[in-house]
């Protein structure tokens, strides 16, 4: 109770002295951002308002992106403490941030976690490679009527209706994709791991990327607009249930989901490996990223319970290979990173990012 009035009085004597600009004080952790990461840091947050005398932290489920504009927008009570990413934070994000007074922003790697291609336990199984999802969802492709043309100027609004035209192997079935938004870390990582891993198997496009990175971009990553790839929103658990309504579909989403769904639905081999856990964690399974979520420090001081909700999510117990978030799906990281990351949340190290 004299943490929880001390700390209260820390805020407040801050909003009064304007040095976070807010207008009312706030007593409990503010997170924001990705889809993949928030079931993750649900999960800890429940945990951490169950053992600790602090007020569970609220969490919202905006999307990488959205979560990192929310982050950036200002230092105060009014804005977000933590924002959860499926893929690093961009240039552009953090000179959004700092010019927003956000300048001291601590960096958590989360673990890892692969991107399924999943469809319901009864419809078939897609043997897929990055080359058969690039040609199916990808806006532009070369043109299958002169396969030795090369160029830009050569590629042609994708003319794939099924899988079978993609590719003979696959079932004959109506392309029908769900996924998420723009906004979407898993979409950003989606179009990089998986598009533009089947981009690179046509050398021309490969060699495109040293010499206008731009178009090489947009042939890559631009998805279709035609109805092939539906934008199904940031809940995944939606996606999950519209594979059941629909299992001609597949849907796109993290491991998680389908570990904690596994009943209901199954997830298609990617390049001949299939998502499971150990081929996640190996790096044999193609589609995989790392997770994060980003801390501002200004915060930590004032908002009751973030170095304690950070330290609880850094423990052993919680990120650990025997840890809970395991059993949710989340891919641990090695021991040095952990205990990398581990030091950063708590001694709340400025990020220092590499160009990206």
């Known amino acids: 109770m004299i943490r929880k009035v ?35 840091a649900t999960v800890v947050a429940e945990n951490f308002g169950r053992s600790t005398s602090f007020k569970t932290p609220k969490i919202e489920s905006t999307g990488s992106g959205g979560g990192l504009k929310l982050f950036c927008a200002g230092v105060g009570v009014e804005h977000p403490d933590i924002t959860n990413s499926s893929r690093r934070i961009k240039d552009t994000e953090v000179k959004t941030c700092a010019e927003n007074g956000v300048t001291n922003v601590v960096e958590i790697k989360v673990g890892y976690d692969g991107i399924v291609m999943a469809n319901d336990k009864s419809a078939p199984t ?37 899988w079978k035209d993609v590719n003979p192997e696959l079932p004959n079935l109506k392309i029908e994709v769900l996924g998420p938004p723009p906004t979407s870390g898993t979409r950003d990582a989606f179009a990089e791991l998986a598009m533009e891993g089947g981009c690179k198997d046509f050398e021309w496009i490969k060699e495109l990327k040293g010499q206008d990175k731009s178009a090489y971009k947009a042939v890559c990553h631009t998805v279709r607009e035609d109805g092939a790839y539906i934008e199904a929103g940031e809940n995944d658990n939606l996606i999950v249930q519209k594979l059941q309504a629909n299992p001609d579909a597949l849907g796109v989403f993290g ?22 856990f150990d081929d996640i964690a190996d790096g044999s399974y193609p589609v995989s990223r790392p997770l994060f979520f980003y801390v501002k420090a200004a915060h930590a001081g004032v908002i009751p319970g973030i170095p304690q909700y950070l330290a609880e999510f850094t423990s052993e117990k919680a990120w650990g290979p025997d840890g809970y978030l395991a059993d949710r799906g989340l891919i641990p990281m090695p021991k040095e990173e952990r205990e990398q990351f581990a030091r950063a949340a708590k001694d709340l190290t400025p990020l220092k990012l590499a160009a990206n």
């Open 6 to 40: 001390l700390a209260a009085a820390a805020v407040a004597t801050l909003v009064a002295s304007g040095s976070v600009g807010a207008q009312a004080a706030r007593d409990y952790i503010f997170i924001v951002g990705s889809s993949t990461v928030y079931p993750f």
């Open 126 to 162: 897609f043997n897929l490679s990055r080359r058969d999802i690039y040609l199916a969802l990808a806006k532009k492709v070369p043109n299958p009527k002169e396969p030795s043309a090369t160029g830009v100027a050569s590629m042609v609004d994708n003319p794939y209706k099924t």
């Open 255 to 276: 491991f998680s989901f389908l570990d904690q769904n596994g009943d209901k639905i199954k997830g298609n081999p990617i390049d001949g490996f299939v998502p499971t």
